[in-house]
Structures are given as C-alpha cells and as structure tokens.
C-alpha cells in the first residue's frame, strides 16, 4: 500500500493545497485508489463516524443525513461541516502514523 502518498495528499488538503468541492476519499483516490479499504476502516473508528461509509462526516444540519449535508456542500472545508471532516482528516493522520 502506498500509504505515505495517503499521508503527504492528507496533509496537502490541511494545508490548504486541495480542491475545495472534493471530500478526503476523492482526494485520496486520486492518489492512492488501493488504500481506501483501509480508510474505510479508520472512517469507522472515529468517534463522529456518520454511520454511512460513503459519507462519513456527520450532519451539522438538523434533521439532515451524512449523504444530504455532502451533496447540499460545495465548499468541503469551511464552516461547521468542514471543521468536522478536518477533525476525520486529523483522526486519520493520527491511526497511520
């Protein structure tokens, strides 16, 4: 698995070198399609784990699931909801380190 090139594409979004309308696991197919069995795996051990693995940021919105909030989302990093999938991108930093 080439999970240092998961690791460098994780810390590039962090930084602020991404595209803002792509979530983690498009960022991270791009660069690494093989590795997303096993984020899908440390998706599930986060704390705020949505519940849904295709959508595994939680719902700021009320009365409002994981795959609503993403689709309604143009900007993946900003506001409540992007603090919450930077949060995820921390979590997952930290299990691959």
Request: aromatic fraction near 12%; glycine fraction near 6%.
């Amino acid at each position: 698995m080439r999970l240092h090139s998961v690791i460098q594409e994780l810390e590039n979004i962090k930084s602020g070198n991404r595209v803002e309308y792509l979530g983690l696991c498009d960022h991270i197919h791009l660069v690494a399609p093989e590795t997303m069995p096993a984020i899908k795996r440390i998706f599930k051990k986060w704390p705020k784990f949505s519940g849904h693995i295709l959508y595994p940021v939680p719902s700021p919105f009320h009365n409002k699931n994981a795959e609503y909030a993403f689709l309604l989302c143009d900007e993946m990093y900003y506001g409540e909801y992007g603090k919450l999938r930077l949060e995820l991108l921390d979590f997952i930093l930290e299990e691959l380190k």
